[in-house]
């Protein structure tokens, strides 16, 4: 009986090369689309970062608030403070100025849902100055919207660590004076 050799070709490594080839050069595409659109034009990608103002033009003193907080219907429990803010370089006081009664209507808001035991809690001011901001925000763009020519992106900015909110006009939220009973 005759026996049967079988030659069986080594593989080669073709089929690897051939993938890693087309690896590196879906990488080099990829990357040079990518700087290509972020730097269109000379323009960075996304919405330009505000900048917070420095000077006495943008930090602004609202007023002293005095509310009843939640659970005191018989008028024994009141949160009594001053609060100032901080806006955006762009951000002009006259603005601040002449909506000033929603801002104040939507601080007097926040203010006064929460409860004695609430305020008490580690770390509840600094929540508040958050959430302060963002209701006042809210307030400005609701008494003066955008204009057509103004529309506001919808791309989140970067979570400034210092501010109070990232979007603005208002940027930050002071304390001068805070006492509850």
């Known amino acids: 009986m005759a026996e049967e050799v079988v030659e069986v070709a080594p593989k080669k490594g073709g089929n690897k090369m051939m993938i890693i080839i087309v690896a590196v050069l879906m990488l080099i595409t990829g990357g040079f689309f990518g700087l290509k659109m972020s730097h269109a034009g000379g323009k960075a990608a996304g919405p330009p970062l505000p900048e917070l103002g420095v000077d006495a033009e943008h930090i602004l003193e609202v007023h002293e608030f005095l509310v009843n907080l939640a659970g005191s219907n018989d008028g024994g429990k009141y949160l009594r403070t001053d609060i100032s803010v901080q806006t955006a370089k762009s951000f002009k006081k006259d603005d601040l100025t002449l909506y ?33 901001a963002q209701a006042a925000n809210e307030a400005l763009v609701k008494a003066n919207p955008p204009s057509k020519d103004e529309k506001k992106s919808d791309q989140p900015l970067p979570h400034h660590p210092e501010w109070d909110s990232d979007s603005g006009p208002i940027l930050r939220v002071y304390y001068t004076s805070f006492a509850f009973q």
């Open 100 to 132: 000033l009664p929603a801002v104040e209507d939507a601080i007097n808001a926040v203010l006064s849902k929460y409860s004695t035991e609430e305020i008490k809690q580690l770390g509840f001011k600094d929540k508040l100055k958050k959430e302060i």
